[in-house]
């Protein structure tokens, strides 16, 4: 199975993200080795609290319509469809930014800062902005199978943020974090613009009218896929900020390294998975060709790459920890030894999920991720309960609730092959 997935035209998709993506990670997990033996717990439990932040903005900046630039026959809608989605990017943005100017001391507190960190606030509406922005762009490359140039686009990234992340550690510059990670963002999204109208991508054709078309015609992303998707990343990311407000930044430092290590299966494969697998289900859904068999055996595929990581660190996590970033991360190798059951169910299953998106099935996706928000916000109930027993609490939420959502995309998948047969 593996070796035919390979050959065809989808596989080699594949492979060329998640070996291109699989070199842009080098870089910042060797970073890790050193920077976090030279910059204070403290800052790195603040810097996980703005990419949180940044990442819950990012899922909203666009209203979800970036999607979309996948579906239309035409590329003058899909190019309409870009500009409808910079521009809700825009607007958004800059209000949360002029919001938190006027309000940041407030808003420092509310999440838990130091006042040290309010102007750390700042940046998060430009972060989401700029990453908006060239999300944008990379849908539009991923319509146009340059599946090669958006893997490019991360490596510049990362290399351009290690540079700079680097040299911060080495002038004991710790908010070089934050300027690093801003250089990588917007470096990736000029790199993604060259990319782009390489590929075709022009403004000429953007009209008032045709925006408002496009708006209309896929108003379901809006109205059903974006706060969806927003309780969805915020799912993902209210554990950082409930560990943060309980435990403090140097426990939120342990844990979201364990989190960041374990989501690095997903940057490499199922990231780069779900973006071929999305132009795979939407071209298969416009031709009226069946889907299950692509389900499954990338399912099937991801269960066995997942084998590995689940023993490696359920067995070794806690010392492997120690020796890779330093004795003072070995917790960290604790809380990995529970988490990797988690997030190796969300590895599996998170890549396949877009069929929903393909398929336009967007309410069914959408009442499963209010469910699953729902689980995860009852975690602020148990403010007195030892961190290892939210992790626990937290990693059986996770593996009920992705094994559900499978169930419900093969559902999907089923009934849209009696529509078509």
Known sequence: MKHRLIKSEFGRNITTLVSATAIAQVIPVLLQLYLRRVIPEEIYGVFAVY??????????????????????????????????????????????????VFFRKGLTALIGWDERYANWLIAV??????????????????????????????????????????????????????????????????????????????????????IQDVAKRYREFPGYQALPALLNTASLMIPVLIVNSFYG?????????????????????????????????????????????????????????????????????????????????????????????????????SPVSVLMIALEKIKIAAFWQVCYFCAIVSLFFFKTMPVEQFIIYFTGVNMLAYTIYWFLIFFVAKNYEKSIA
């Open 125 to 210: 509406p430009i972060g989401a902005l700029v990453y908006s922005s060239y999300q944008v762009i990379n849908y539009w490359l991923i319509r146009k199978k340059a599946f090669r140039a958006s893997a490019s686009n991360k490596i510049s990234r990362r290399v351009s943020e290690g540079i700079l992340q680097g040299a911060s550690g080495l002038a004991a510059w710790p908010t070089g974090l934050l300027v690093g990670e801003l250089f990588g963002r917007i470096v990736m999204l000029l790199s993604g613009i060259r990319q782009s109208v390489r590929k075709g991508f022009t403004l000429k054709h953007v009209r008032t009218s045709r």
């Open 249 to 349: 930044e140097r426990i939120t430092a342990q844990f979201d390294l364990s989190r960041q290590v374990l989501v690095l299966p997903l940057a490499l494969i199922s990231t780069a998975m779900s973006q071929v697998l999305f132009q795979k289900f939407s071209e298969k859904k416009n031709r009226k060709l069946p889907v299950i068999s692509n389900l499954t055996k990338t399912t099937g595929f991801l269960l066995l790459l997942s084998l590995p990581v689940i023993v490696l660190l359920f067995f070794f996590g806690e010392p492997l920890f120690g020796f890779v970033f330093g004795k003072t991360y070995t917790t960290a190798g604790l809380y990995a030894s529970t988490l990797v059951f988690a997030y190796m169910m969300q590895f599996v299953v």
């Open 51 to 100: 990419l949180v932040l940044t990442s819950i903005l990012v899922v909203v900046s666009t209203l979800r319509y970036e999607m979309a630039i996948v579906l239309p026959l035409r590329d003058k809608d899909a190019v309409n469809v870009a500009a409808l989605s910079l521009l809700i990017t825009i607007l958004f943005n800059v209000l949360i930014f002029f919001t938190i």
